[in-house]
């Protein structure tokens, strides 16, 4: 188990676990969210957890 915070030291620290399998990756980042989702590990958030790897962002997303 991985707990990553915010902030950019974080987000290339998440971005190194990119060829890793099976941890499972708590954060509160949505950009660290971003950055894992095409890896093969388990990404909670706080209030929940992604199920679906595909994230809507942009006007639409409102």
Do not use: C, Y
């Not at 941890?23 to 957890?49: K, Q, W, Y």
Request: no cysteine.
């Amino acid at each position: 188990m991985i707990v990553l915070g915010a902030g950019s030291t974080t987000l290339h620290l998440a971005r190194l676990l990119l060829s890793q399998k099976d941890l499972i990756i708590f954060t509160n980042s949505i950009p660290i969210v971003e950055a894992l989702t095409p890896s093969e590990n388990r990404i909670f958030m706080l209030d929940g957890s992604l199920r679906n790897p595909s994230l809507v962002r942009g006007p639409r997303s409102s």
